[in-house]
């Protein structure tokens, strides 16, 4: 029993190896941790396009899917940590690595020029540009007096 190995949790500064808290959490998904779990977006809005970064930490590019239906952005992602290590017959004796999945949907505007969406990734940051259709920029409009 000296080599047993336990997680340990750490909530609020105690000790608690209750079987009952760790199927709460699986089930609940952990409710202090499940933000987490969704990649943190900000969108902004230039004078050509809008501009939505997404924090992605520990997915790769080809870990990532993007589409555009019904004018609706809908970002995916999986990333699956256990399949790559059990491979060479290993005995996990506390596995926490992660097999994660999500999806965020924004409903796109009107004046948007859907075919020409680009994305770029980079150091966990997924960046999608939604260029304005030309119509839509902001344009001055020169006021004149009537004499």
Not at 52 to 57: D, G, L, N, R, T
Not at 123 to 131: E, S, Y
């Amino acid at each position: 029993m000296a080599n047993d190995v336990t997680r340990y949790n750490d909530r609020n500064g105690r000790r608690d190896l209750s079987l009952f808290d760790d199927f709460f959490d699986s089930m609940l998904g952990a409710w202090d941790n499940y933000s987490s779990r969704i990649p943190a977006v900000d969108v902004e809005e230039t004078a050509d396009a809008y501009v939505i970064k997404a924090e992605m930490p520990g997915f790769k590019e080809d870990d990532v899917k993007i589409t555009v239906d019904k004018h609706v952005l809908h970002i995916s992602g999986s990333v699956d940590e256990t399949e790559k290590e059990n491979k060479d017959g290993r005995k996990y004796l506390i596995k926490e690595r992660r097999h994660e999945s999500f999806e965020r949907s924004f409903s796109l505007p009107d004046g948007l020029d859907e075919s020409a969406i680009s994305a770029g990734f980079e150091n966990g940051i997924l960046t999608v540009t939604l260029p304005k259709t030309p119509e839509e920029k902001p344009r001055k409009i020169e006021v004149k007096i009537n004499k």
